[in-house]
DNA sequence: GCCGTTTTCGGCCCGACTGTTTTCAGTCG
């Protein structure tokens, strides 16, 4: 079994949490989760690195120690440090630590004074009472640990950011109408356009900040308030998604902003920096001494620290500091820049709108041509096309173009890669058309390297075009397939064909990660829709926010060409 | 445990909120 970057982070998270729990120093704690994060970041594996030999210190947050202890894992699949810490603790405590208000000094206490070491032990010892025997513990910790616990218990996990904008719009929305709020912005990771996120941070500009306040926590879709204090709130919608509020004055808006957007491992990179210059950056603004030196707007705070702004998608700590201080921040793409959408469906297989209703939405969304994707007929759930069908529809959409202005429908097909790798029509059907998708949808369980050799085969042929949704995750549903995506992006750079950026929001596939592996090695990607009916492409900004977390530019998008350029582009793809 | 234009030691981001204190520790983001 290899062992992925995910894997090393486990076990790095799991010593940091064993050594919190035995008080170590704070920042030997801190030391593990920034390498964790930042392997779980990387657009690389580190295995591979190790193959070539590569030296790991030169990995931000990785040193000596580190570094030994990444080989030991690849080589061995265990962790010794990990294994003295397990044996140290022969209760493991760590679970209590994810639930919210408890921390080490607690957890110590409450194993101590009353044996507990679960969530569920804690929550009876809660309502039988018990907590209030030990010393800090009162009513009120003991009320909220019990909300806590039976959250923690539910495994709230992460939404998707299509369902996140659905409770953010309206909210912001509604403190907008405020008379006190000034701007009202939507910050964290919702900004970064993460395919998920955890909460949500909302900020807002104002000079009274307690009316916003109470007006936050007074809206109808709360269930809970976590907490109200002058400046910042914290509360649970009914849907069990945690919003806080941050309350600033215009002359830090800008520190205020850019600090909630964070990522934290981008903060605490931008607030180092700060240091080393003799200045303190916080949410209030830049400072040298007591003075105010920066902060109404995001600009100045990067430029007192000798930096362009740089777009809150990139703002992860993965080298995209070091791009700014060389000036050399990508340009990133934009939904403007889309002149075309390369995979939609129509009514003929699943979706919902007949050819000419989704050529007419596309041409009203913006776009200059739209290829009609349908499914293949080992696709039976999806009504897919057999190849007589498919022929019709070529007929049909000949037809429509000669009646369109505008728009220019392309002829495609979704087809289904079968489990030896071969596709699931006929040559001479595929030879007809513009462009041919190739997709999974069976058989996803196959070993790492039957899965992988599956897909390099069916690029090899000679209608291959593009690799629909290319891991076939679906966010918080099911994991991508096994799959070594290295060599299948090297492959589509030999092979010359192209990878697709799904931009439908359960899938988000390719990864942010993945597509900035393609970028560096110059594989265009399709930024599409998959659309099934006339509503769809308004997904295509979330594939756009996608890709320009994974760098992309204009021209690392294959359908930011012009419908002529990318027909010949499409063209280059037969062999 | 990492890191270095203050480089092999001595720092390490920083402030708000809560609850239980009685001046602050613990936790969070």
Redesign the pocket.
Known sequence: MPIHNTDIAKTFEKIADLLQLDNA?P??V???RN?ARMLNGMNQEVSTLINQKADL?RL????????AKIEEIIHTGKCL?LEKLRQTHSTDLTELLR?????????HALYHDLDVHTPEQLLRAAKDSRLQTI????????Q?LIKNIESHLQKKRRIKLAVAAQYAEPYTAYLNKQAQAQEVVIAGSYRRCKDTVG?L?ILVCANNSKPVVQAFVEYDEVANVL??????S?VVLKNSL?V?LRVVTKKSMGAALHYFTGS?AH??AI??RA??Q?L?????GVFRGYTQIAGNTEESVYKTVGLPWIPPELRENQGEIEAAEKNKLPNLVELQNLQGDLHAHTKATDGYNSLKEMAEAAKHYGLSYLAITEHSKHLTVAHGLTAERLLKQIDEIDKLNDTLDGITVLKGIEVDILEDGSLDLPDTVLAKLDLVIGAIHSNFKLSRDKQTRRILSAMQHPYFSILAHPTGRLLEQRDAYDVDMNRIIREAKQRGCYLELNAQPDRLDLSDVYCQMAKTEGVLISVNSDSHNINGFDNLKFGIGQARRGWLEKSDVLNTRSFTQVQELLRRTMV
Not at 60 to 67: E, R
Not at 227 to 232: D, E, L
């Open positions: 120093n920042f030997r801190r030391a593990y390498a210190t931000p947050t990785i040193g000596k120690d580190l570094a440090a639930i919210p208000g408890l921390g080490p000094k607690k957890v010393h800090g513990f009162g009513d009120k910790t003991s909220t909460d941070d907490s109200k204090g002058s400046q910042r914290t945690q806080d934290k903060n605490i607030r180092r240091q080393q003799g303190k950056v916080n949410e209030y």
